[in-house]
């Protein structure tokens, strides 16, 4: 008898619940992190965006290795707190479609300009993407979880880019390769720009 009002009690508190307590939203690491890491590989503006700044990385070489990443990571990140914060942005998808077709045009004609001409490019174009991130954010996520999702996401491209430039810049014509990806990126850019 005692299990039958067990039971009955039970089936009674699983009616009374509400949505609230029964954790409605999926894990925070589910719901930030992987949220925000699928990001960047959703848009192709965003992927080509960033595998461009790795291959320009790769073919300027030195400091760029590591800068120009991290000011794209940097002001993404800044871009994403402004963008969560409602700070709008004016014409921020001209600006990404810009950054496509501007990157894919220093890679396809390997002409980078001083490297702080490029890092403030870098930056200015990672802080348009970041913003879309935050503004596009899912609401009910983690927002460190989510930012920390997209930079790492957007940090394994960008290395992505550079190993495949460093690669094909050190073999038998390989460079043209790179130039041609550039290329690639710029038309690309361009149809975002038209569409």
């Known amino acids: 008898m005692n299990w039958l009002r067990l039971l009955v009690l039970a089936a009674a508190l699983s009616f ?3 949505a609230a307590q029964a954790h409605p939203t999926a894990p925070a690491w589910e719901g930030g992190f992987l ?3 699928a990001h960047p590989l959703a848009g192709l503006d965003h992927l080509l965006a960033i595998l461009a700044v790795g291959l320009l ?3 300027v070489g030195g400091r760029a290795i590591w800068a120009l990443p991290t000011a794209f990571v940097g002001s993404m990140l800044a871009g994403c707190v402004l963008g969560a914060m409602g700070w709008m942005m004016p014409a921020v998808e001209f600006g990404i479609a810009v950054s496509v077709l ?4 220093a890679v396809a004609m390997n002409c980078a300009g001083p490297l702080a001409v490029s890092l403030i490019a870098a930056a200015g174009f990672g802080l348009c993407h970041g913003h879309v991130h935050g503004t596009e954010m899912p609401l009910l996520v983690a927002p460190a979880l989510y930012a920390a999702g997209f930079a790492i996401t957007t940090l394994g491209l960008q290395c992505v880019g550079i190993l495949v430039g460093r690669w094909a810049i050190c073999s038998l014509n390989g460079a043209i390769g790179v130039r041609l990806a550039g290329a ?3 038309a690309c850019g361009l149809v975002l720009l038209v569409v």
């Open 57 to 59: 990385s790769a073919q």
């Open 102 to 105: 501007l990157l894919g045009l």
């Open 16 to 18: 009374v619940c509400s």
């Open 184 to 186: 690639l990126v710029a």
């Open 35 to 37: 949220s925000g890491a």
